[in-house]
Each structure stands twice: as C-alpha cells, then as structure tokens.
C-alpha cells in the first residue's frame, strides 16, 4: 500500500500545495495550520505567518507540510 493514498476522511492529497495560516505552534515547535478543519504541522513557521505550503504526509488524523518557496 502507498503511503500516498488519501485517506477517505482527509482533504488532502500528498504532493498538492495550499495557502494557510499559522494558527497556533504544537508541542514539538511545528506550526500549526488547518484545510478545511484538518490539522495540517509545518515546520519552520509561527504563529500568525501566511505561508504556502505542499503536503508531504497525511495520516488518518493530521497531515504534514513543508513550506514552498518560490
């Protein structure tokens, strides 16, 4: 099984970017953002930054994203 398969209950695919707002910072120092109610960690940002970002992982719960630079 492909770790890149959407999970049914999850807006989001590996590989596809998104505009988001930092809204918070975990426990782990990762930024915290959210797509259509789903919690989205990306390293590198605070509270508060507006980042463009392309999922790397997504699992039953969260997903995880890394900030794109263009």
Do not use: H, Q, W
């Amino acid at each position: 099984m492909s770790g890149e398969r959407r999970d049914i209950n999850s807006p989001l695919n590996v590989g596809e970017t998104y505009d988001v707002s930092i809204e918070d910072v975990g426990r782990e120092g990762d930024g915290i953002a959210r797509v259509e109610g789903f919690v989205v960690f990306v390293p590198n940002t605070k509270k508060g930054d507006n980042v463009k970002i392309r999922i790397s992982k997504v699992s039953r719960r969260v997903g995880f994203g890394e900030v794109v630079t263009e």
